[in-house]
């Protein structure tokens, strides 16, 4: 797992590929996560859910809201708080 803060974005690879990607907005105190992405060829490993934890242990650490545009995205974080 790579976390560029720059680009406001998580890569995960698997077995040495990319695996997929998570982008993100941080604004007025909120992450909001935008789209969660997983290789095709990937798929029905649980990446995304990875890529989604991911995000939203790094915005509780820096104190941020986690909120979710992407539909996939917002399916787990409301699993989470389960």
Request: aromatic residues 6%.
């Amino acid at each position: 797992m790579e976390h560029d803060e720059i680009s406001r974005r998580f890569d995960l690879t698997a077995d040495g590929k990319a695996g997929g990607y998570l982008t993100y907005e941080v604004c007025d105190g909120s992450l909001d996560i935008q789209h969660t992405v997983v290789c095709p060829e990937m798929r029905g490993r649980g990446l995304g859910e990875i890529l989604v934890t991911a995000a939203a242990e790094y915005a509780r650490s820096k104190g941020l809201v986690v909120s979710a545009s992407c539909g996939y995205a917002r399916k787990i974080l409301v699993k989470m708080e389960k």
